[in-house]
């Protein structure tokens, strides 16, 4: 079983629509992060949360919002969602000690 | 906040080629980290390098951290059609507190094509 799962794997939606992506983890880590991809612009980091009680914004926050509901489950919410918000959404997590992240294997969103 | 540069964007080799690519830092980094992102999935780390001047394999990759902790590289010998796929560089900055810890910034990626 994989140690990072994200649902769904793809999804598409209409603009307006909230929607939600789901990340959880078996590997017992403390950190966990969402990621967005898009072509040539590499990995840009939305939110990121070093444990439970503690989020933060990254670099691309506007239009987004996080839940860590458990250390295994971190979740990512679109509250309106809008074209320019198509893209791959990677999870990923690291271990405190560890600045090695390991990623889930991503949503694939349209929003039409 | 830190930016990096990662050339070249793709490339197109034949099978055996060896390959090279960089990224470049406006800042210092104290950690560098090589991934590699196969078709529908997400990235694996490849190489992590610590120290500048440290120079890493694994197989047939090689990573080095540069002198002046800006800059980076990774060469593939014997290029295979499995190498196929984006390659990112990822820089980790830790500030006087320590609380940037974790959080990495990604290189564009340079995709890799390999013809057999």
């Known amino acids: 079983d994989a140690d990072v799962t994200q649902t769904p794997r793809n999804r598409i939606t209409k603009t307006g629509k909230r929607i939600m992506l789901e990340c959880s983890q078996t590997?017992?880590?403390?950190?966990m992060y969402w990621y967005r991809q898009d072509p040539g612009l590499g990995l840009r980091l939305i939110y990121y949360s070093f444990d439970v009680k503690d989020i933060n914004k990254g670099e691309i926050s506007d239009g987004y919002s996080v839940s860590r509901q458990a250390q295994a489950k971190f979740s990512l919410s679109l509250e309106s969602a809008i074209p320019n918000q198509t893209a791959l959404y990677f999870c990923?997590?690291?271990?405190?000690?560890?600045?090695?992240?390991?990623f889930g294997p991503g949503t694939r969103l349209l929003v039409l | 906040g830190q930016q990096l540069n990662q050339s070249p964007q793709s490339m197109f080799i034949q099978e055996g080629e060896d390959v090279s690519m960089n990224c470049t830092s406006s800042?210092?980094?104290?950690?560098w980290l090589w991934y590699k992102q196969d078709p529908g999935e997400g990235p694996v780390l490849l190489i992590a390098?610590?120290?500048?001047?440290e120079l890493t394999s694994n197989g047939r990759l090689t990573a080095q951290f540069g002198i002046t902790r800006k800059d980076s590289f990774l060469n593939i010998s014997a290029s295979i059609p499995s190498d196929v796929g984006i390659y990112f560089c990822?820089?980790?900055?830790?500030?006087?507190?320590?609380?940037?810890?974790?959080?990495?910034?990604f290189g564009q990626g340079t995709i890799l094509t390999v013809h057999p």
């Open positions: 990923a997590t690291s271990d405190y000690f560890q600045e090695t992240q390991y």
């Open positions: 590997k017992g880590h403390d950190r």
């Open positions: 990822a820089g980790q900055f830790l500030n006087a507190g320590g609380t940037s810890y974790g959080k990495l910034t």
């Open positions: 800042s210092i980094f104290n950690t």
């Open positions: 390098l610590y120290k500048a001047g």
